[in-house]
Structure formats: C-alpha cells, structure tokens
C-alpha cells in the first residue's frame, strides 16, 4: 500500500501563503488533499490527476490554492494563498486509483486509498 508524508502545515496571519507538501511511496495515479474542522465532515478541496497534473478544486479554495506536482511524479504541492480564517483545519493528503468514491467528494473520479497522516493550518484574523 502507498504512504503518504506530509509537511508544511504551520500557524500564520489571514491574507499569508503556506505550501504543503506530500510525499508518496509510489506512483499513484491520483492525489489530492482534504481538510476537516473541528466538529465539521471532511471536505475534498483539491485534487490531481499524476499523469498530466490536471487540476480540480472546490469553490471554497478556487482562485486561492494552487495544486502542482513534481517530475518526480511522487510528490504534490498545496500553494495556499490569500488565507482567511474559515481554512485552519487539518489538512490530509490523499492518494489512490481512477474510479470509485473520492471519499464522497466529487472533485474527481478517482478511489481514496490511503490518507497522510494530516497537517494542521491555522489562520488568525
């Protein structure tokens, strides 16, 4: 099974950037990162396809967060700018095959296999 490791999370002040980062053990075909607030359901914000580094986001994070991957093809980015105080979640990265449920998000058709181990974001008005 792939694993995932995670960095970059951090406390800043609304308006900043921070830059996530995931690591996978192996090729997989889609990756892509989650957040969940506390007492909230996890939500899907980004999402990318390895092969061609096509991009999905949620409405919540379009326009703010960038998500790329490297050459290497095993690791991915969240640029996340313009920050408000509504993003402090933990933040997971996923990974895992086309087709199947998202983790019941619709960004993508692809199949959540394994999680990160999560990274905390906090943004203080």
């Known amino acids: 099974q792939v694993q995932l490791v995670e960095s970059g999370g951090g406390s800043v002040e609304a308006g900043e950037s921070l830059r996530l980062s995931c690591t996978a053990s192996?090729?997989?075909?889609?990756m892509g990162w989650f957040r969940q607030a506390p007492g909230k359901e996890r939500e899907g914000i980004a999402a990318i396809f390895i092969y061609d580094g096509t991009t999905y986001y949620a409405d919540s994070v379009k326009g703010r967060f960038t998500a790329s991957r490297e050459l290497t093809k095993t690791t991915v980015y969240l640029q996340m700018s313009g920050l408000k105080p509504e993003d402090t979640a933990m933040y997971y990265c996923a990974a895992g095959p086309v087709g199947g449920n998202w983790y019941g998000s619709n960004l993508v058709n692809c199949r959540v296999d394994t999680w990160g181990q999560g990274t905390q974001v906090t943004v203080s008005s």
């Open positions: 192996r090729f997989t075909t889609c």
